[in-house]
T-cell receptor, first 114, second 113 residues
Framework: GDSVTQMEGPVTLSEEAFLTINCTYT??????LFWYVQYPGEGLQLLLK?????DKGSNKGFEATYRKETTSFHLEKGSVQVSDSAVYFC?????????????FGTGTQLKVEL | DAGITQSPRHKVTETGTPVTLRCHQT?????MYWYRQDPGHGLRLIHY???????DKGEVSDGYSVSRSKTEDFLLTLESATSSQTSVYFC????????????FGPGTRLTVL
């Protein structure tokens, strides 16, 4: 079946450090890939997405590139801020007859310190 | 923000009691989903709906049932709550279209004693 593997957390960084959160996937079809972010006590918000190979999703300084050859969708940001502290989820969806269902990774907690 | 509300936002109940969680949307989206979030598991799909009266099971559907009698409401029912169903429950909605994203509600924290 479909699955998503992302790096274990928590990840602790100093403000302005470079961020990478690794995400790899296994899928039977041609998935769309997503990064969601969850701030404490809130629901998930879409951060960025990519729908086909070599697409780059970007938002709020975060980027991720859909790499079909390595089945990866790593999240990067050049300079993190304290306000980026949250849990980040990588997810995929594959078109099915009953609707696109999301398969999530287990989430990576990011803590950014001054 | 996508127009999704969940009720109640918090609930404490006892083992063996029935519980119904409600998801309400104002976006007129066709697809609605129920997930549970547990530490170490991320989010897992319980049930989903692709239209009024059209529902299907997700990967963790045992012990749960759903109903969708109108486009805007998707109900999740625990017929007889167990402690293993203590979790945070999220509803999500999605419009049509390949690659379209899901929008999530604020969640319901359920504790089964």
């Amino acid at each position: 079946g479909d699955s998503v593997t992302q790096m274990e957390g928590p990840v602790t960084l100093s403000e302005e450090a470079f961020l990478t959160i690794n995400c790899t996937y296994t899928a039977t079809g041609y998935p769309s890939l997503f990064w969601y972010v969850q701030y404490p006590g809130e629901g998930l918000q879409l951060l960025l997405k990519a729908t086909k190979a070599d697409d780059k999703g970007s938002n709020k300084g975060f980027e991720a590139t859909y790499r079909k050859e390595t089945t990866s969708f790593h999240l990067e940001k050049g300079s993190v801020q304290v306000s980026d502290s949250a849990v980040y989820f990588c997810a995929l969806s594959v078109t099915t007859g009953g609707g696109n269902k999301l398969t999530f990774g287990t989430g990576t907690q990011l803590k950014v310190e001054l | 923000d996508a127009g999704i509300t969940q009720s109640p936002r918090h609930k404490v109940t006892e083992t063996g009691t029935p519980v119904t969680l409600r998801c309400h949307q104002t976006e007129n989206h066709r697809y609605m989903y129920w997930y549970r979030q547990d530490p170490g598991h991320g989010l897992r799909l319980i049930h989903y709906s692709y239209g009024v009266k059209d529902t299907d099971k997700g990967e963790v559907s045992d012990g749960y049932s759903v109903s969708r009698s109108k486009t805007e409401d998707f109900l999740l029912t625990l017929e007889s709550a167990t402690s293993s169903q203590t979790s945070v429950y999220f509803c999500a909605i999605r419009d049509r279209g390949l690659g379209s994203e899901q929008f999530f509600g604020p969640g319901t924290r359920l504790t089964v004693l």
